[in-house]
């Protein structure tokens, strides 16, 4: 830690804290949790909006903190300027969802580009193939340094670094990219340390996100994952041959098909589940061929044969099947298995909890299933344009713990304020890896990557954020410098707004960084929070050291930053100072960012940024 005063005690407030930080609430739910009757598709300026018998947030609770938590939970904090904050915060919800959320490669009002976008990444190939190949390249509109464009190869490095720049980017689309690794790393799960290579992955990704982008009903896109060479490697089932009337066949997937693509696990009658869905189902994954180039690097590309394919009828889950190749068979079965009574119970169930509520309860998980029943055909992105301005999502007792990938992206987009920094790596926007965590790499192999209650209950997860925001606090302190040749300066200036008089008054600047980086409205931007950030922008020292020089040990309350006149008088004190973001001289500027990257510290050190709430 820093000896000079700036954040080496801030462990005392930050411990103080947790006494304090976000909770779970159980029970059966409030009143906003009912179930409510099914409803017709509202339309509003000529949209129509599905919004599945979900009860929509009212237009008194859509504000600025409404559209900056589904920011959060679904687009990792997205790149959206304030301006179209509030230009979303005063549309109706059913119409504002609409500009927010969209599977498209680039959504250019969650992810403007900057006046320096000497890349124009949002005129280009948004897939991680297209981007790979961009970024590799030897293009003068690439702003990758020479020395580390192989990393964007994909026969060479692991696919996260390629997906880290495609969510921080802007010019693209951090939602689509949300759901791309929920997809491939949670629900669909494949793993590079099960030997799938990183081509296939790709491939994978992008064929899963061009089914979304092109509005397939999500059991189309669930069959094109399935006859995917990254899941027949991921299984195996690749060697599956029917040949002399035998079966030489691997039941894994087969299982797993069922089970993690659709939800259903066999209840409806466990030993025919076992003995005959299971066994026909490998039946059906019969006879295919992984692609591999002249070099002998497997491509992605995956064919399918009838000479060792099942011939016959085939009785999975009570209901008769035939098809021509395993394609054909796996196409036919997801239209049903969509609809199966398990699938229906379970699916939207796994896709709410995974994505944005870790504390459902039977209140809320029977309007997910009637929405979801009520849905035909299914389709993702409606589904969830739904709950995101249902009062389900903006409840308070709501509440999504972040995984450490999901904090990293969420930092990194919120910290960087162009590409050129993303290039740069300014931030270490792979910072997930020390928390032994990759993306790509799922912690649980195919049954999913680790979960934000898994990180936001681990002290080694804790501390690791702790740290860097402390010992490394350098990450997000410094101003200007030098990387790979390059001269880069920040300008916090560009983005933080203005007061009435003209300056960069420390309590507007304060309140502006906390819904920045916790996005909760100032609910938890108490006492105690706004002293420390108040004494970090106006003087660059921790509030102790402002208060109590001689005794770095002293713990300073609520209740005395309430009470005591001494402290009131410092503290409003510090809130009226100004930050010269503006000025002509260019060290007083430096001053200024590197005060507003301290206060950032402090504030993603506090517990509050390992967990979303509803409201």
Known sequence: ?????????????????LSGCISEQGGNGDASDSVSDFSQPSQTNHVTIQTLGLQVVSDEAWDDTAVRKVLHTFAYGGHATDAQIAAWADMPPELAIVEMLSFEQHNLLL???????????????????????????????????AENRQRYQIDFWTPDNLWVTAVTSRGLNPFRQKIGLWETNYHLAVNRDAGVPTRPIVHYYD???????????????????????????????????FRNGVCSCNEDFAREYHQLFFGVLGDYDPDYHETVTIKNTAKALTDMSIERNEAGTITGNISFGVESHYPGILEILQTDYWGEDMRDRIGQLSQDEINRPESLNNLPVMIISGLADDNLNEAKIAQIRRAWAAMQPKDLLTFLRAYAISTLFHSENRIKYLSSIDRNMLLANKVGLNNEENYLDLHQTLGYRQEDVQAF???????????????????????????????????????????????WERDWGSVVPVGQGGEYVVRNVAEWLWNRFIGDGLKHFGPLERAHVYALLASNRDLIYLVSPEDLTRVITSSELEKEPALIALV?????????????????????NERIGQAINFIVATPYIFAQEGR
């Open 1 to 17: 830690m820093r000896a000079n005063g700036v954040l080496t005690t801030s462990v005392a407030g930050l411990l103080f804290l």
């Open 111 to 145: 992810s403007p580009v900057t006046a320096s976008n000497y890349d124009q990444v949002d005129r280009r190939d948004g897939t991680l193939q297209g981007l790979s190949e961009f970024w590799s390249s030897d293009d003068p509109s690439n702003g990758v340094p």
């Open 207 to 241: 064929d899963i996100m061009a089914a979304l982008e092109g509005g397939a009903p999500y059991q189309d896109m669930l069959s094109t994952a399935a006859t995917s060479a990254a899941i027949a490697l991921q299984y195996g089932h690749f060697r599956n041959r």
């Open 441 to 487: 790499h799922p912690t649980h192999n195919v049954f999913g990557n680790q979960t934000g209650i898994e990180a936001s209950s681990s002290a080694d997860v804790f501390r690791n954020n702790y740290n860097r925001v402390t010992s490394g606090d350098w990450r997000y302190r410094r101003a200007s410098g030098e990387a790979f040749g390059r001269l």
């Open 572 to 592: 409003d004190n510090l809130s009226n100072q100004s930050l010269s973001l503006a000025s002509s001289d260019s060290d007083e500027r430096h001053y200024a």
